[in-house]
């Protein structure tokens, strides 16, 4: 087999590793009961925001704890633009002109998500990314920290504090499978084009790569951008899964779990991000069951509240015992045979 | 209110998130490592002034002291030690998984709705100076506030265990090398942290009497986000930093108008973008110096 | 072995390993109590790397290290440090924004017992007068030959047995070296063992009891004073 050819199935195997995971998912959720599959689109949904996360976090090495604005925004705005137009005018009333008046569907309102949050992305990147280490994280927080005070009390753009709801739950199980696979496509490609491996080469040694002629600037630019629009796509879908979204659903709370999920399934590989999210969501879930009481061979129920608990205790333990995460950074690889190595 | 009542309010509060800066300052200084779940152990407080209500004021602050401080110790045992090795960011998130852990822990224990304290409640009342109508509840913050400083100040530069403390800061290898004990310098940065803690916990729950489970987590936000827009560098400018932004929290809450005080929060968080832009290694650090890591 | 009869510092087939790359291999050296030894070699050598090992800083990945007769492999720096084996770093590394008293006070970390502070101090400003003119400066103030000096009498005040110094005539002038390695004579008199990493060769090999060449990680020559001026013996262990 020649080495173009085996450098192509490689390629191929790797992304498999991330998508297979995606579409078992799916699958398995589609075989459930109603109430069952919200869990399974949930997860898929956050794989998605996972996903948006590792685009900018695993290829810069920069922490930002600001992503979640753009999932917000792109949550926010795919709901205000798609509540059907006599509810809207009843329950929105002080909303401006522009987004009182128009609607269009679901599928617009995800691309648009992407669309502005994009922008914001990268209104927010062109000061932010000159910035590295804690001063980015904290600049970053601080936008969390604005995107959140202004969509709780802007009520020409949202609902404020108040629940938007009404927005029409058009995120079925195979719309997740379907925006995960793209979000996952869209960072395999961007990773494995020059501009992701310029950024990952600045990962590594910042200073060789800038004197290999790398703007990292620029390229830091351009990875916050594109997980800005990925993060708003998956706000978009996140919006779309419940039919209602409220500001401190998109704060805090999702921005621990998101990193946590991305830091647990490894930082540095798209496999990582993916598999963190879902197995997170999945552990997550049976905490949540066992709460209610679950049948294990023994019989298992979880005080209310304790899943919580053991969950944290859990993200710190693999932290602490394996901190480049399950995957240790690495993407899906076939095993190699290993050749001779002929002394000279 | 007059303006300099505001400007005095604004003070005590400054003094308290200096003590909350001090005491993230000083595990960063020894460890580089920011504790995002240093807000826990001003919660942890909270909730055993309020478990020991019954019992007298003495009795409840002492045992306050003696559970926030243990918390502090048990936190770098079992938690930070092991993580000493880790990257800036597993650090940074793994503080985090600490943070939400014990906050839901404490949700678990005492329930979603918060437990009212009334240990020193009677520092909630008032005395009038001239035109003046101070509680004393400022007086003690800024005495306690001032005391501690420079108490711990006084720590750090006359002890020997506060020389080797500066030295860790600074160098932490060449201070291993001399023989300085790295585990016994970062134990007693956090036994002081958690002093500081405690502290903090029964001066603010004068006035602030429900204690949540996320009590501690807007001042340590707060007061981090501060000490980074100081100078993360040297402990004094961290301090400074966190003291501007309790400062300019209370002054800015008091004097915005109604309409927008909504808004206080983004215009803190654009000020701390605006500096971290304009001045990364932060607002009152000196030149820049490149920082040791262990 | 009994104590009084084990060599003060052993390396006994020490390799170090930065990540895949070994920078120092099958390292084997003996210096007995009271020895003046010296290490030179080419960049990149491994004398450092020798050096951190022994303290503890980096690890071994084989071999032993032993001083005084007990392995110190694995040990954190500062018990290494309390066992009686001193390092003046590459670079001096002395705390700028401290004090001349409070860097020397540092030095007291190490120090086993504290009886007789005030002779060993009587002593090191005998050796370093610089350090005792400037007590309450800070010792970024100084200026290299002084800050080298100050390092030196830092690592002395832990009354080491075995001091260690990486490269210190490294950015002095040929007169304050010389009044440098005049100073390392009188340690050695007083009965400190001593390991000398250093660039220079010439003087170290002058001064020393014994030098060593180390290259590539491994340990080539060994040359007495008598071999100072054999520069083609020096040559080819250098390029071998």
Known sequence: MSAGARARIDTVVEFLGPALLIVLVAVIGSFTSAAREIEFRNALVNAAIVIALYVFIGNSGVISFGHISFVAVGAFLAGVITIEGQSKQFVLPNLAPFLKHTTIGSWASLGLAAAVGAAYALIVGIPLMRLSGLPAGIATFAVLGITYNVLRYWDAIGPGPLTLSLVPETTTIWVACGGTLIAAAVAFGYQKSRAGRMLRATREDPGAARAAGIDVYRQRLLAFTLSGALAGFAGGLLVHLFGSITTDQVYLNLTFITLAMLVIGGVASLLGATLGALLVSGLNSFLSDAENGVDIGFHLKLRGGTSFVVLGIFMALVLILRPSGITGGRELRLPRRRRPVTKR | ?294 | MPEAAAPALEFDAVEVRYGAVPAVRGLSLRIDRGEFVGLIGPNGAGKSTTLLAAMGVVGVSAGEIRLLGRPVRGRAPEDVARAGMALVPEGRHIFANLTVEENLRLGLAARRGRNEVAQDLARIYDLFPAVRESLRRNAGALSGGQQQQLAIARALLARPTVLLLDEPSLGLAPTVVQAVFGVLHEIREQGVTILLVEQRAEVTIRAADRTHVLANGELRLSLTPADAGDTERLAAAYLS
Do not use: K
Not at chain 2, 61 to 75: D, E, W
């Open chain 2, 1 to 294: 209110m007059t303006d300099v009542q505001a400007i005095i309010d604004a003070i005590a509060l400054g003094a308290v998130y200096a003590l909350v800066a001090v005491g993230i300052g000083l595990v960063f200084g020894v460890m580089r490592l920011i504790n995002f779940a240093y807000g826990e152990l001003i919660t942890a407080g909270g909730f055993t002034l309020w478990w020991l209500r019954d019992q007298p004021a003495a009795v409840a602050i002492l045992a306050c002291f003696a559970v926030v401080i243990a918390l502090s110790l048990a936190m770098e045992r079992v938690a930070f030690r092991p993580l000493r090795r880790a990257s800036p960011a597993t650090m940074l998130v793994a503080t985090f998984a600490i943070s939400f852990t014990l906050q839901s822990i404490y949700l678990l224990i005492f329930g979603p709705r918060g437990n009212p304290v009334s240990t020193l409640s009677g520092l909630q009342g008032a005395v009038n100076i001239g035109s003046l109508h101070i509680r004393w509840i400022t007086f003690v913050s800024l005495g306690c506030g001032a005391a501690l400083l420079l108490g711990t100040a006084f720590i750090l530069d006359r002890t020997n265990i506060g020389l080797h403390m500066r030295a860790a800061a600074t160098d932490f290898r060449t201070s291993r090398i001399l023989g300085v004990r790295a585990n016994r310098v970062i134990a007693f940065a956090f036994l002081i942290s958690g002093f500081l803690a405690a502290s903090v916990s029964v001066l603010l729950t004068v006035e602030d009497q429900l204690v949540t489970p996320d009590y501690g987590v807007s001042i340590t936000i707060l007061a981090l986000i501060g000490v980074v827009v100081g100078g993360l560098d040297r402990l004094w400018s961290a301090t400074l930093g966190g003291f501007a932004m309790g400062f300019a929290t209370s002054l800015f809450g008091d004097l915005l108008p109604a309409g927008s005080r909504v808004y206080l929060p983004s215009i803190v968080f654009g000020a701390v973008i605006l500096v971290l832009i304009l001045r990364p290694p932060g607002l009152f650090a000196p030149s820049r110096r490149p920082v040791e890591r262990m």
